[in-house]
């Protein structure tokens, strides 16, 4: 084998180990962030905690829209106390102000990020996308609470409160939504 077929057959080498590797680097960050909680990814569970303490921690709920979606979005209550490991419920109102359908997804984050791995979802409209019909107003529940573990972490055991961001953002008509639409309804971006 020459030099020149060497180099050549490293650099594919090194050329196919970066791309595997840009590749994998999008899921496995995704995975990273919702094991550990970085950058304030909450947790998902299907049942409260098995522990409730006597301490509190305030949760404050924020609501905003991506700069093309045209609903209204707010929390319904700008803020609620409950105790570490108890099950929270707070309720979010999206209202559809257009003549047409729109379809939105909910991305969201709480902050400070140390305690993203601590703020545990067991319901959340954000699980799904919303269709909104013309003039729909909504009334959609979070059902959560925050890990007593939180106090074993030195980054965040003397958090004393918690937000719960969610921002909406358009997102394209299912089509099976479209198929069952009236017509000129899915035409919405």
């Known amino acids: 084998m020459s030099a020149n077929t060497k180099v050549v057959t490293r650099l594919l080498g090194v050329i196919l ?12 960050y995704d995975w990273f962030c919702r094991v550990t909680g970085f950058g ?19 949760i404050r709920f924020d609501a905003s829209r991506a700069r093309d979606m045209p609903w209204e979005f707010r929390a319904m209550q700008p803020h609620m106390d409950i105790r570490i490991g108890e099950t929270g419920m707070a309720f979010y109102e999206a209202y559809n102000p ?4 729109i379809a939105g997804t909910a991305s969201f984050n709480v902050t400070p990020y140390d305690t993203g791995g601590y703020f545990v979802k067991i319901a959340c409209f954000c699980f ?5 019909q013309p003039g729909e ?8 609470f925050v890990d007593p573990e939180i106090l074993d972490d030195p980054e965040a055991f003397d958090t004393p409160a918690i937000t719960l961001s969610y921002t909406f953002h358009v997102t394209d008509m299912p089509e099976d939504y479209a198929a069952l639409a009236p017509a ?3 035409n919405q971006r």
């Not at 409260?48 to 305030?58: H, K, M, N, Y």
């Open 128 to 132: 799904e996308m919303q269709v909104l």
């Open 40 to 58: 304030g990814t909450t947790q998902v569970a299907e049942a409260g905690s098995d522990e409730i303490l006597d301490q509190t921690i305030r």
């Open 98 to 101: 257009t003549d047409r359908p």
């Open 17 to 28: 180990l970066m791309g595997g590797l840009a590749w994998a680097s999008v899921p496995f």
């Open 137 to 144: 107003r909504v009334e959609m529940p979070v059902t959560f």
């Open 184 to 186: 000129g309804a899915a």
